[in-house]
């Protein structure tokens, strides 16, 4: 891992990825392009998810489905900043996701990328909050899904992070 990434427990033992350093400031205006630039890095490799040995491939079109998606325009405030700086950790979220699931592809649009259907996982990701001294105070928790599409030709490529939320009962005190 990455030394601005960390793999840490929260509840019941369960895995997040501890993302250190904020790359992605401000809440108002995220600056997506430079986010869409960042992930295009991951381009052309591909991951395994240990839990059920699934080998997730990176395709040219996720950086912008990532950045562009409606889902994503959507967002405001804190999520908006956690997708952006979830970017970090792709391949880290990919190790620990949980809960496979699949859905027959129900949109035409989506016939040839995802014409063998959609696989969703479950993942989760921290980010600091810092006091006024710039100590770190908590943790912010984030629980989000993994959209996979299974193209035809067998591959499963990482389409979007979607459906994110904040642990709201109780920040991870440090």
Known sequence: MKENIAEISVENGEKAI?????????????????????LKSFVGKSYLIP???DRIFIGTDFPDEYTGATYTKKLKGTLAKAKANA????PELLQIATNRRFKENLKEKHC???GNGWYRYDTKFALPVYGENQELERLNIFYAVLL??????GKRYLYDIVNIKKETSRPLKL
């Open 112 to 114: 040839q990328d995802a």
């Open 51 to 53: 839990e059920y040995g």
């Open 18 to 38: 501890f993302i250190r350093r904020v790359l992605f400031k401000g809440r108002r205006n995220i600056a997506w392009h430079e986010v869409e630039n960042y």
């Open 87 to 90: 970017a970090q950790a792709v």
């Open 148 to 153: 996979v599409r299974h193209s035809y030709n």
